[in-house]
Nanobody, 120 residues
Framework: EGLLVESGGGLVQPGESLRLSCEASEFDFIEEDMSWVRQPPGEGREWVATVTSSGVTEYADSVKGRFTITRVNANNTVHLQMDNLKTEDTAKYYC??????????????RGQGTQVTVSS
């Protein structure tokens, strides 16, 4: 399944920024579509963004214009730049190997996650 290790979470105030990182190993990263998903407290997991193996990006409507997903194939890393954070962005964020079925993105495998808390 490979290994995914997230980092960069923390506690910030509304309007501030965070940059999450994911280091991937033990699979062919260049060939994989990669996503970030999140799970707010007491809720189900939700898709946030995907960057395909060819560099195409897609975003959930709730984060479009505020979050940016990028990948660096040379380093087997994927990042999520989160700007203008809102309290509703509070969640555990997971890096995932992605699969698209019937127009929806699914996670084939995820890391352990990193906590993002947005609070004043």
């Amino acid at each position: 399944e490979g290994l995914l290790v997230e980092s960069g979470g923390g506690l910030v105030q509304p309007g501030e920024s965070l940059r999450l990182s994911c280091e991937a190993s033990e699979f062919d990263f260049i060939e994989e579509d990669m996503s970030w998903v999140r799970q707010p407290p007491g809720e189900g997991r939700e898709w946030v963004a995907t960057v395909t193996s060819s560099g195409v990006t897609e975003y959930a409507d709730s984060v479009k214009g505020r979050f940016t997903i990028t990948r660096v194939n040379a380093n087997n890393t994927v990042h999520l730049q989160m700007d203008n954070l809102k309290t509703e962005d509070t969640a555990k964020y997971y890096c995932a190997r992605a699969l698209k079925l019937s127009g929806r993105w699914y996670s084939k495998a995820r890391g352990q996650g990193t906590q993002v808390t947005v609070s004043s």
